[in-house]
């Protein structure tokens, strides 16, 4: 695999997951160093999802080995990889639609941690100001871009050494993704690590740094993403249709 | 006649109105796509013709016939399949039962108590099964199918009570780029070689450029444009509000959203 | 005027408790998920801990310390619950995690047996409280003042702990998406436990408080948790603010109730109850209960009619049961033949359970019906034994066909409960209605015709008509209406989009099964010889739930091992041990524990049985 860094904070190696009798990952094996921002690109159904929630203890049948911040994770229970300091942020969001937006916020709080930025609120909200209006609001009532937002800045309020964002631009009005584009580069100028899943290449182009290229539950391609945008037979053969 | 004709369709949810005046048709052997932005009010639409909303106005004539406010088990019974975005299929039954089944409910069989369900109707449902390419998977449970071959069992049930129209929502979501292609070849062999109506909503503007015959755009529950993909692709005001410049769809290695 | 006063301060008082109770019950389902049956339980262990408590300790201080220790202790014993029983089943079948803590119930209602005995047991009077205050010239007891506050006061303090602290907001994040809230860093494990404790203390608050009021007994607990169950229900389930309003309304209903219809009052709150259902299904503030996130759920396995293993298997037990009433005597052949009546019992139960998806807490109401059918026309027309037996089946039919047009209308827990409301009703009538049906003193001498009076021949018969009865619900699950039904079970979406009313064919097949409860019933009946207003009584109802659920309600040969293993066990040791709920309650916690899916559900999992996938 190639673009690997020394300075890994993540590593995947040989994840292996199943849906009952389904074999959904192959072997993928990730990385990912401090401060990076790496996309993980592939279609619908791909993997991307199932990766992100292997890594974060959500799939049940899951082989391999996941090394996060030093920590062997590959056993832990999903709370206990989350204190470590990996984020998550689902595709669907998930927002607790009963719970006010700082309700929500609250939900995702954590103890600062040390070589990681420390969120507060109202930092968050100058991140995403459009939230700061709407903070008695519940999270039944936001559209959702704002949502989308909402469900970023709740994993943030864990002040995590890295977060897994699953595909942030999906089912959002160009417009929206635009302002997604932004936050993420502001989120990376914090020094925030960052695995992203997309299919939309150009988004993932305009955010990241590195990709893997996940099809049919393995990794076709790693490398920089100047290195992906050279590759004209991966790019033919994944990632279109 | 159009086999589908809808017109001035109206509906409001707490005094907002999500779909205003929406009138379109689509004819026999047809594939109409319907897109637009999240919150456009696609899903209002496509429910009320369905028969899972009630409009508020506005007609839906299927063949002439108004189905507005029926339910859907009655629009079912006119005429009318369906496909849905996250499949629904019967979970405790083979890939075959699930086609018998809806050819037992499609021949008004379901009050029979006595005779053995599964000797009913087993050829006519392998032979649907067939011809979507799920023949060899038909004794397997439906619980157990990767998501593209349940799309085509959904595929078989909607065509096993013979509709004069197809509704497919998201048709092609979460499926792998050759399924899609294969997916919607199908469709599009089978309403024409029926002479079905098809009306689609999907968020692959690849699929929608390739498939389909015409294009509706519907933005803050109007139509806001109408015609062949080619026209609807370079309409600016359909650019600004949903496909943007063009940069998030149709790249070489580009998306698919 | 006064009078009125004094009595709607009553229902308030009573409402208070009432509230009390079902705010836990409400906190742990909105939470788990689970239907803790065991919450009445708890609310008993509450009086009789305080009881103890306050005869020890004495005086003031000491009495409302053995108030607060008592609720606390009752917390500790929920939480025990959580750790060594619920805690394996939270990703299991909801109504598995009900059986469990119907084991509990059995469980505590011997243990309170061993330690205080079966005698009521009366409390001290509360210090300082002890005399009454007059109200427009009407005696008031001023402890029933002190109840009329607390309700608001728990009300307000359970909002501030649900609104105002950290706790609570991720309690209520967890309630919606357990799977999301674990994946933000919360130990929801903990937070289950702690949800247990709070819900489990509320419940011993309610019964310590209850020691001045009324003699503690040990049939506390069912009263309690039907009661409860209902204010659940009828406010929303998950809902503290809506299980105060219902408790505030079903206290008013019971305090008036009693002066309007003194004829029916138990039926009054039921009756109030199913109007609520039919009007707002979900309660008067609940919603529409979407599926807590992060909850297990395993798709059930296609059926398949048997195979020549399963047929030879079939006959060779017919012929064994048909060989026994040459081996054995009289009382074998009756404890075999009420053995065969209840499999019928089960097997229509798990006729709307398993195909229908529809639980009911109150299918003892056609079993009930069916053996008043008969007994009624021995009764009033002497009717003879052929003729009662036509009649038991109508009758309950006709009963679940009126019932199940309202039950069919709701889903869930909510059905469950309206079905529970429908058979407390039937019984209420049976209970009260003496004229006709002889109210408690129930209708005797309901015997079989001369020809079936022997022990055996009375045996062939139940066996011709209980596996007849069998066979024939087994043949319609295999036919276009089973398969329909179970195809509004598994995607309602789906059945209504090709053209398949499942409403109706729900209501054909509550109908259907309440018919074939009704001929079990019957034949009870005859076995017996009479009939009570006990055969469709609440513990009988959850005999049926215990037999399905204990075979595995997603396999079609579950209900009839679950019913010959329950029966086994129960006649077996009301034979050996006094402490025959004990050794239910352990054995049912244990085989839950053990048998996830189901006695059946489970074997069929093993490899040896599991049928090669084609």
């Known amino acids: 695999m190639t673009g690997s860094t020394s300075d890994a904070i993540l590593t995947v190696e040989a994840l292996n997951a199943y849906y009952g009798r389904a074999h959904i990952l192959s072997d993928v094996a990730l990385q990912a160093g401090r401060g990076e921002v790496v996309a993980l690109i592939g279609r619908n159904g791909a993997g991307k999802s199932t990766t992100f929630k292997s890594i974060m203890g959500l799939v049940d049948d899951r082989r391999g080995r996941i090394t996060f911040a030093g920590n062997d994770i590959s056993r832990s229970a ?39 930025p420390e969120w507060t609120p109202e930092r968050l909200f100058t991140l995403f100001p ?31 050494l890295a977060i897994l964002l699953d595909e942030p631009s999906e089912g959002l009005a160009p417009r929206i993704v635009e302002m997604m584009a932004h936050a993420i580069i502001g989120l990376k100028a914090e020094g925030q690590t960052i695995i992203l899943s997309e299919q939309n290449l150009h988004f993932a182009g305009l955010v990241s740094d590195r990709a893997h290229v996940i099809e049919k539950g393995r990794i076709r391609f790693g490398g920089t993403m100047r290195e992906l945008a050279a590759d004209e037979a991966v790019r033919r053969a994944y990632l279109t249709l | 006649m159009a086999v589908l004709e809808v017109s001035g369709l109206t509906k409001s949810f707490g005094g907002v109105q999500a779909v205003k005046g929406v009138g379109f048709s689509v004819e026999a052997g047809e594939l109409l796509a319907l897109v637009g932005p999240n919150g456009a009010g696609k899903t209002t639409c496509f429910n009320m013709l369905n028969g899972q909303i009630r409009p508020d106005a506005g007609d839906v004539r299927l063949a002439g016939v108004s189905i507005a406010g029926k339910s859907p088990r009655r629009i079912w019974r006119m005429g009318v399949g369906r496909t849905f975005q996250i499949t629904a299929t019967f979970g405790s039954m083979t890939v075959l039962e699930n086609i018998q089944m809806v050819l037992l409910s499609h021949h008004r069989n379901i009050h029979d108590l006595w005779t053995r369900a599964t000797r009913r109707h087993a050829d006519a449902a392998l032979a649907l099964l067939d011809r979507v390419g799920m023949a060899s998977q038909a004794s397997r449970p439906c619980g157990v199918l990767a998501y593209g071959d349940l799309k085509r069992v959904e595929l078989a049930m909607a065509l096993a009570g013979e509709p004069r129209l197809l509704l497919m929502d998201e048709p092609t979501a979460g499926m792998a780029p050759a399924e899609r292609i294969d997916l919607m070849a199908l469709t599009a062999d089978l309403v024409r070689e029926r002479g079905i109506a098809v009306l689609f909503t999907e968020h692959d503007m690849d699929v929608v450029f390739t498939h389909a015959d015409r294009i509706i755009v519907l933005n803050r529950g109007e139509l806001i444009a109408e015609g062949p993909p080619a026209a609807v692709r370079a309409n600016p005001h359909v650019q600004e509000v949903y496909l943007g410049s063009g940069s998030m769809y149709g790249h070489a290695g580009g998306k698919t959203p | 005027m006064g009078f009125y006063l004094v009595q709607f301060l009553g229902g308030l008082a009573q409402a208070s408790s009432l509230f009390l109770v079902a705010a836990g019950l409400s906190i742990i389902f909105g939470v788990t ?25 004495g005086g003031a201080v000491g009495f409302w310390s053995a108030i607060a220790l008592a609720a606390v202790a009752t917390g500790v014993v929920g939480v025990v619950m959580e750790l060594l029983v619920l805690r394996r089943l939270y990703r299991g079948p909801e109504l598995f995690q009900l059986l469990a803590t119907f084991g509990v119930v059995l ?7 061993l330690i205080w005995g079966p005698e009521d047991l009366l409390g001290p009077r509360a210090p300082g409280l002890e005399g009454v205050v007059r109200i427009l010239g009407r005696p008031f007891p001023k402890y029933e003042l002190l109840l009329i506050a607390l309700g608001p006061i728990v009300l307000g303090l359970l909002w501030l702990l649900f609104h105002r602290t950290r706790w609570g907001t991720l309690v209520r994040a967890a309630t919606q998406d357990r799977e999301m809230t674990a994946a933000l860093g919360i130990n929801q494990t903990w937070l289950f436990t702690s949800v247990l404790f709070v819900g489990s203390l509320l419940a011993g608050l309610g019964g310590a408080l209850q020691i001045p009021r009324e003699a503690v007994n040990l049939h506390m607990d069912i009263n309690i948790v039907v009661e409860a169950f209902v204010v659940v229900v009828v406010g929303g389930m998950g809902s503290v603010g809506g299980a105060f309003l219902a408790a505030v309304l079903i206290g008013l209903i019971q305090a008036f109730g009693i002066l309007v219809f003194p004829q029916i009052t138990l039926v009054v709150v039921f009756l109030f109850m199913a109007v609520v259902l039919v009007v707002r299904p979900h309660g008067l503030m609940g919603r529409q209960q979407a599926t807590a996130r992060g909850a297990g759920h395993v798709p059930e396995a296609p059926i398949h009619a048997s195979g020549m293993m399963g047929r030879v298997a079939a006959v060779g037990l017919l012929v064994v049961l048909a060989a026994l009433p040459a081996l054995f005597g009289d009382y074998a052949l009756a404890v075999l033949t009420e053995m065969m009546i209840l499999a019928l019992f089960a097997a229509s139960l798990h006729f709307i359970m398993g195909p229908g998806g529809m639980v009911s807490f109150g299918h003892a109401a056609y079993f009930g019906l069916g053996a008043y059918g008969a007994g009624l026309l021995v009764k009033h027309l002497s009717g003879g034994m052929v003729a009662g037996l036509v009649s038991a089946p109508l009758f309950a039919g006709l009963g679940a066909l009126l019932f199940g047009w309202f039950c069919v209308r709701l889903s869930g827990v909510y059905l ?10 039937v019984w209420s009538i049976a209970f009260q209605w003496y004229a006709v049906t002889g109210g408690d003193n129930g209708i005797l001498g309901v015997w079989p015709d001369g020809w079936a009076s022997p022990r055996w021949a009375f045996y062939y018969l139940s066996l011709v008509l ?24 598994d995607s309602p979406l789906r059945a209504d989009a090709v053209g398949i009313d499942v409403r ?23 076995s017996k010889g009479s009939v009570f207003p006990t055969l469709m009584a609440i513990p009988r109802s959850v005999d049926g739930l215990v037999m399905v659920l204990l075979g595995g309600v997603q396999t079609l040969t579950g209900p009839l091992v679950g019913a010959a293993v329950f029966h086994a066990l129960n006649t077996e040791m009301v034979r050996y041990t006094d402490h025959w709920r004990l050794t239910l309650g352990v054995a049912i916690v244990l085989l839950v524990v053990i048998f996830p899916q189901g006695i059946v559900g489970t074997l069929a999992r093993l490899p040896f049985f599991r049928r090669k996938e084609a």
Do not use: K
């Open chain 3, 416 to 425: 469950a409960m309206l079905t529970l409301a429908f058979a407390q009703i």
């Open chain 3, 504 to 526: 109706h064919l729900q209501w054909l097949a509550f109908t259907v099964a309440g018919a074939f409860a009704g001929l079990a019933g019957g034949l009870y009946a005859y």
């Open chain 3, 107 to 113: 469980i505590v209602q011997d243990v309170a047996l």
């Open chain 3, 33 to 57: 998920r689970i239907v803790n049956f065991a919450h009445g339980s708890f609310y008993m262990l509450g009086a009789y801990l305080a009881y103890t408590l306050a005869e020890r300790m």
């Open chain 1, 130 to 160: 459009n939230l700061a209006e709407m903070r008695g609001r519940l999270g039944g009532g936001m559209s959702g871009g704002e949502q989308q937002m909402l469900t970023i800045a709740r994993t943030l309020m864990g002040n995590p």
């Open chain 3, 466 to 489: 209980c596996a007849g009865g069998v066979l024939m619900l087994r043949r319609v699950i295999f036919s276009p209406f089973g398969y329909a039904l179970r195809a509004g079970r």
């Open chain 1, 78 to 116: 999903p709370h206990e990889i989350a204190r470590l300091g990996l984020g998550y942020v689902p595709e669907d969001r998930r927002i607790f639609t009963d719970l006010t937006v700082m309700e929500n916020l609250e939900v995702g709080r954590q103890r600062p941690r040390e070589g990681a």
